[in-house]
């Protein structure tokens, strides 16, 4: 076996095992009792209480092979606790398969050896941040909050590591710069403008529908993401959010439902894309997009569609009344 594939497995190992960790983390988290909240000590079968044994907790497999039921008392258990360790795999695997070139600059782990150690403090940074937006994400989807046990360590974790050059990317791209300042300012920049631009709908929000648009959780999670991703990915993340929160809630609409789904998870999933596929959206956006427009007559009946869907969007993520966080 290549040293490549070795590296890859591993990778994708440890995202599965941190994928178990963070369904630890959002099941625990929220609750109130200091005990319950704790993450230490083994796990416990929601429903009976009784512990569990290593092998019923191997992430994907143990559910898999006990068709999604607790050995202890036959209780179900959710399909979201695989789809996580495997989603969390899957992304960690990414991170050094297919390494987001902006953070990365072109390190090459296919012979994963020789990518410098820069490189792989870079990686570990990237996944600490997944596990972070994950965890905080699926937190959110349960309770309508964005905690600030972890989009507050978050933003000094995203800071902290802006003393690397390599993740947030280089905000002047100067030589005459000392690399490490300059990667520390696009971090805080991207701090800035990512709480910065959430701020601004929240107060737009507030002020246009006279009701909570967005909470203050919100501002922290995509200042946190901006710290770690720099401020053209905080506002990209914005961006395909609202897309995405715009296609999701026309969806629902459509069939009735009201998609009450909160803000976080659409922001996780705009800061992945952000991340991974930054360039050919932007290629997309910038270069596809105005040429097509120019040349089609379509292309205002399509712009006003969009314009409705994003008004949709809004429509949905003011309706939920989300706490502020
Ligand atoms: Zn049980």
């Known amino acids: 076996m290549s040293t490549a594939v070795v590296v890859q497995a591993g990778a994708a190992l440890l995202g599965a095992c941190v994928g178990s960790f963070l369904n630890v983390v959002a099941y625990r988290l929220p609750h109130e009792d200091p005990a319950r909240r704790s993450l230490g000590g083994r796990s416990r079968c929601p429903r009976c209480r009784q512990q569990i044994a290593w092998y019923d907790n191997l992430p994907v497999l143990g559910w898999l092979l006990r068709g999604g039921r607790a050995r202890c008392c036959g209780g179900r258990i959710g ?57 905080a994400a699926l937190i959110d989807l349960d309770t309508y909050l964005l905690l600030d046990v972890l989009t507050k360590p978050g933003m000094a974790i995203g800071l902290a590591a802006g003393l690397w050059p390599g993740v947030a990317g280089r905000l002047a791209g100067d030589p005459s710069v000392p690399p490490n300042l300059d990667s520390l ?16 709908v929240r107060v737009a929000g507030s002020r246009v529908f006279r009701k909570e648009a967005m909470g203050f959780g919100d501002v922290k999670y995509l200042a946190m993401i901006g710290a770690f991703l720099g401020w053209q990915e905080a506002l990209l993340t914005l961006f395909l959010a609202c897309i995405c929160g715009a296609a999701l809630g026309a969806v629902g609409l459509c069939f009735g439902g009201s998609a009450r789904i909160p803000f976080g998870p659409y922001l996780a999933v705009g800061a992945l894309a952000a991340m991974f596929v930054r360039e050919p959206t932007l290629e997309f956006l910038f270069v596809t997009w105005p040429e097509w427009q120019r040349g089609s007559s379509s292309a205002p009946w399509l712009l006003s569609a969009a314009a409705v869907l994003s008004l949709l969007a809004l429509f949905v993520v003011i309706r939920k009344g989300r706490r502020a966080g």
């Open 79 to 135: 399909i979201r606790y695989p789809i996580v360790e495997a989603a969390t795999a899957a992304l960690y695997w990414s991170v050094v398969a297919f390494p987001p070139r902006a953070h990365l600059a072109g390190q090459d782990f296919a012979a994963p050896l020789h990518a410098t150690g820069t490189a792989w403090a870079a990686v570990l940074v990237l996944w600490v941040f997944i596990a972070l937006l994950v965890a």
């Open 185 to 200: 300012l696009a971090s805080v920049l991207g701090l800035l403008v990512g709480g910065g631009v959430v701020w601004l």
